[in-house]
Structure formats: C-alpha cells, structure tokens
C-alpha cells in the first residue's frame, strides 16, 4: 500500500452561506488504509467540510464555494470543482452516509437495489448479487437475507445505518464520508459500526466526522480539529497513542 | 389546573361531537338518497326499455334512461383527469423542485387566482373560446364533450398543482439528501425517490379532483351539455352528464315517481365517483407495491 500518494486533496477550500463564511482555506489530504476524523464545535463546519468535498452543499442555492477538491482514482486524477465528470458520477465515488439513519421507506433490498440500478445502471442479476455483497460487506447478511422484501423501516437503528452504509458501499465508491454515523444509536449497535468502520478502512479512505471523543480514540489514524471554520489541528497515529496528549490538544483547541 | 383540565375536556368534547356529527351527516345523506332512490334503482331509470345488451353495446339509442349520461360524466370525468393530472403533477413539481422563490410566488398567484374562480365562469371562458373559434380559425366550432372536459380540467388544476407541491415539500431533508448523495440527477430524485415518497398525498388530491369533475354542473352547462344526445362518439360531440340530468329532473320533474328517479341518479353519480376513487386507490397500491418490493 502506497501511504504517500493520497486518495483525495482538499487544498484552499473555502465557503460562503449569503455573506457568511462558513470555511476558509482548508487543506485536507485523505489516504487509502487510514481512518481520519474530523472533530469540533457544532456549528465549526465539519459537515460543511463533508458536504463541499462531494458538492452536495450545491443544493443550497446560496451557497459559494472556493478551492480545489481532486479525487485521484486507479485510473485518473478527477477534479471535483473543474471536471468535465458528471456530477452524479463524482457523488457516486465519494459516497456519503448521514447522522440520521436516511432509509427509504421501501424494502431492505430495494434501499441497495435501487441506486445501484439507476446510478450505475446495472440490470437483472448483477443487482442481486450486487445487493447481497454490500449486505455481506457491513455483517447484514444474515440479519436480513430471510426477509429482503420486508420494508426497511421494520430494521432496528443500528441495522439501517449499516443498510446505508451498505447502499453507499455498492455503489463502488472510492471514498467515504461519514457525519456523525453513531450519533442517533444506542452503545452497542455504534461499536458494532466502529468495528465495521476498522474493516473497511482497508478498502476505502475515510473521512469520519465525530462528537465522541472516546469514539475518536477507539477508531482513528489521523485526527484533524476545526474550529470557526479553520482546520487548528492535525493529530498523527504518534499523538493519538497518548490519550493524555489527544485531551491536552483538545482543551487547548477545543 | 382544574381549567386546564376541564377546557381539555371540552375541547376534546368538541372534537369528538365535529367527528361523530360528520359521520352522521354523512350517514343521514346516504340514508335518505338510498331511501328514495332505491326504488328508482332498476334497469329501467338505466336504459328505459331497450335491453340492456343493446343498449350497453351501442346497437340501440337509449332515449329516456340514464345511461348515455353515466357514459358521458365517465368520460367526462376520465377526460378531464388525463388532462389536469400530468399538468397539474408538472407544474407542482415546478413550483417545489425548480423555480425560483420570484418565479414561485408568481406562479402561486396564478394558481390561487384558479382556485378562487368560480365555476361559472370558466363555463364562461370555455364557451367565449368557442365564439372566439368561431369567428376565426373553426367556423364550425361547437360547444363539446372537449371543450367541457378542458374546462372541468382546469378548475381540477389547483387542487392537483397544490397537492403535488405539498407533498413533494413535505419530504423530510435528510431522505431528501439520499437522491443527490447516491449520485442520482434532480430529475432522477424526482422520479424515483420524491414521486413515489409523495404518491399517496398526490392521490389525495386526484381523488378530490375526481369529486370535482363530477359533480360540476355550472361549467358543463355552457360548454356542451345537453338533456338529449345520446351516447358521445367523437371528442367533439354534445353530450349527457349525471349532475346535469339530476338538476334537470329536480327543475321539471312532474311526479314524485320522476323525482326519485332523480334520487337514483344520484347514488349512480356517488357509486361513480365511488368506483373512481377505488381505481386511483388501486392505481396507487399498484405503484407502491411495485417500488416497495421490485427494483
């Protein structure tokens, strides 16, 4: 694994609500094999952050934004603000998942199934085999494989985010964005997605955005603070294997 | 505290004695239609004495029954939806996921100024369209089935434009999100996760236009109904309608037996209007279930 060359640049990124500036000139470099998060106030930016790196902060009509974001793939350097890439295709690769477990009020298999069939265009049984790998990939399987056309609402918390983890998965992204993942579950089903999270960072690089700073302990390589919309801090895998420096840090910047 | 509870109560009170008194309403209506009408309700109030196959199949004119009118408010009806449906469900769609606050407040007035017309005058708009015909491109232009199942469409409009609009809107941000963040196009969000998301509350407002269309009587009155024309067999033919036939018995009737005929034409317009609301609801069952369980 090449730790030097990094999945996904953010350089001198900045970005505007109306007048106000939300993020100034943030630099961020995420790398295959390692977990980052992203900590702070609310309100210091961070989904901002989140949401500028795959231009879903776009939907808003008064926001701006500034700076360079470039996804470099296997095959090619994408930049994400100047590409003749089409957007979707660019949303596509840098998957996202949300605080609030966002299922559709369809079935289990259709929540994966759908995405994968309109944004990749996959057809017959590629979806279902589709379906079952991005089930196997966040330990859903054999939960739900007896009951895929049940509505997925009937899924427990914890079960739903990792439904969304697994709609994102399938849709082959070459990154993750997390905000918040754990926020709204209950102790057991979050450590149940921070071990998951520990597995795939093997395969994709990924950027965590966390309130729980024992949870920032437990799962990350890299750490990297904002405040008011400035990146104040990054913290090393050195750093974090003294917990008293990762709290020292954090009440000095906090 | 004892006020707060008592006033609790009583408007708790009121609000069970507003509901038990709609079902009673509602009840008292049906009751008295069925009492007086179902004596009415035979083959006879339908196609007079022609058999029914006959009549049922074209090969006989029904001259004295009801049944070329409850062909023509079918029609009409039919007509009508097919043509304010896909407009009204575009333009809500428009109005929630496209336009510009500017353009949508402009675009709201218009609509709110639809809503508020009454019916009477858009018989009145259909019927200058016509003279207007007329005197220009169509000297041979008429009032007819068409033009009043354009007109019944556009006072439907509102209510399907309105409908579309809050339902799309009332789809939580969070699942909102899920569209864009699996890389789908606007259009393909609209499609595939708005639509289906706001299906039910977009019936709700085709059922209510369903209602409209058939009961109106003002805006078919100047545009293309007659007492006496059979069963309509091109768009641009004059035609029958139920409400009309109903408002014509109450003016003329001359015995009680003629009034109750009237009565069963009245069940004939709720059973369908009845049978409407069960194909939409079926319609959307149909659609649901299709995106709930196939991809």
């Known amino acids: 694994m090449n730790s030097l060359s990094s999945v996904l640049e953010v350089t001198n990124l900045s970005v505007w609500f109306s007048e106000r500036q939300v993020l100034s000139d943030i630099h961020l470099s995420l790398f295959?094999?390692?977990?980052?998060?992203?900590i702070g106030h609310s309100g210091s930016g961070k989904s901002t952050l989140l949401q500028s790196i795959n231009r879903l902060n776009e939907i808003f009509p008064v926001c701006r934004t500034q700076g360079e974001v470039q996804l470099c793939t296997e095959r090619k350097k994408i930049r994400v603000y100047q590409s003749d890439v089409p957007l979707s295709e660019i949303r596509r690769r840098i998957g996202m998942v949300f605080q609030t477990p966002a299922v559709l009020p369809f079935s289990i298999f259709r929540n994966v199934a759908m995405p994968v069939r309109i944004t990749l265009g996959y057809r017959g049984n590629v979806i279902n085999e589709r379906v079952e790998w991005a089930l196997?990939?966040?330990?859903?399987?054999?939960?739900?494989k007896d009951r895929l056309h049940k509505n997925a609402s009937t899924l427990s918390g914890g079960q739903q985010q990792r439904l969304c983890l697994a709609r994102t998965l399938a849709l082959e992204p070459d990154v993750l964005l997390l905000d918040e993942p754990t926020a709204s579950l209950d102790f057991k089903s979050a450590r149940k997605i921070e071990a998951l999270l520990g597995e795939l960072k093997t395969r994709y690089a990924i950027l965590v955005v966390s309130h729980s700073l024992g949870q920032t302990l437990r799962v990350?390589?890299?750490v990297c603070v904002i405040r008011d919309g400035r990146m104040v801090r990054e913290m090393g895998k050195q750093e974090l294997r003294n917990p008293a420096e990762f709290y020292r840090v954090i009440e000095t910047y906090f | 505290m004892p006020v707060r509870r008592i006033?609790?109560?009583?408007?708790?009170?009121?609000?069970?004695?507003?509901?038990?008194?709609l079902c009673l309403t509602m009840l008292t209506l049906i009751g008295f239609l069925m009492k007086r009408g179902m004596t009415a309700l035979n083959a006879k109030l339908f196609f007079d004495?022609?058999?029914?196959?006959?009549?049922v199949l074209g090969r006989q004119p029904v001259f004295d029954g009801i049944w070329p009118a409850v062909v023509g408010s079918f029609y009409l009806i039919v007509l009508a939806s097919l043509i304010a449906v896909p407009l009204g469900m575009a333009t809500g769609i428009t109005l929630s996921e496209y336009a510009s606050p500017n353009i949508r407040r402009w675009i709201s007035l218009a609509v709110d100024i639809l809503a508020g017309t009454p019916s009477i005058i858009m018989g009145l708009f259909g019927f200058?369209?016509?003279?207007?015909?007329?005197?220009?491109?169509?000297?041979?232009?008429?009032?007819?089935?068409?033009?009043?199942?354009?007109?019944?469409a556009l006072l439907i409009l509102p209510y399907i434009i309105r409908v579309t609009q809050n339902s799309l809107e009332a789809v939580l941000p969070h699942i909102r999100l899920i569209g864009p963040s699996c890389g789908f196009t606007q259009w393909q969000t609209i499609c595939y996760l708005l639509l289906p998301l706001s299906s039910r509350g977009i019936l709700s407002g085709v059922i209510l236009g369903i209602g409209r269309a058939a009961e109106d009587t003002a805006v078919i009155m100047l545009t293309g109904v007659v007492a006496q024309a059979g069963i309509p067999q091109r768009l641009w033919d004059k035609f029958e309608a139920i409400p009309f036939h109903i408002y014509c018995v109450a003016a003329e009737y001359q015995s009680?037996?003629?009034?109750?005929?009237?009565?069963g034409s009245a069940l004939i317009l709720l059973a369908i209007t009845g049978i409407l609301f069960l194909a939409?609801?079926?319609l959307q069952r149909v659609v649901v279930t299709r995106y709930e369980i196939l991809s």
């Not at chain 1, 295959?32 to 992203?38: K, S």
């Not at chain 1, 196997?136 to 739900?144: F, I, K, Y």
């Not at chain 2, 006033?7 to 008194?21: D, P, Y």
């Not at chain 2, 009680?256 to 009565?263: E, I, S, T």
């Open chain 2, 7 to 21: 006033s609790n109560r009583v408007l708790s009170g009121f609000a069970w004695i507003a509901s038990a008194g």
């Open chain 2, 128 to 152: 200058t369209i016509i003279l207007l015909l007329r005197k220009t491109l169509l000297p041979q232009a008429r009032t007819c089935l068409l033009l009043s199942a354009v007109c019944i």
């Open chain 1, 220 to 222: 990350a390589d890299r």
């Open chain 2, 256 to 263: 009680v037996r003629q009034l109750d005929a009237g009565f």
């Open chain 2, 280 to 282: 939409v609801t079926f």
């Open chain 2, 49 to 55: 004495n022609v058999p029914w196959t006959a009549a």
């Open chain 1, 32 to 38: 295959p094999g390692e977990l980052t998060v992203l």
């Open chain 1, 136 to 144: 196997r990939q966040v330990s859903l399987w054999d939960e739900v």
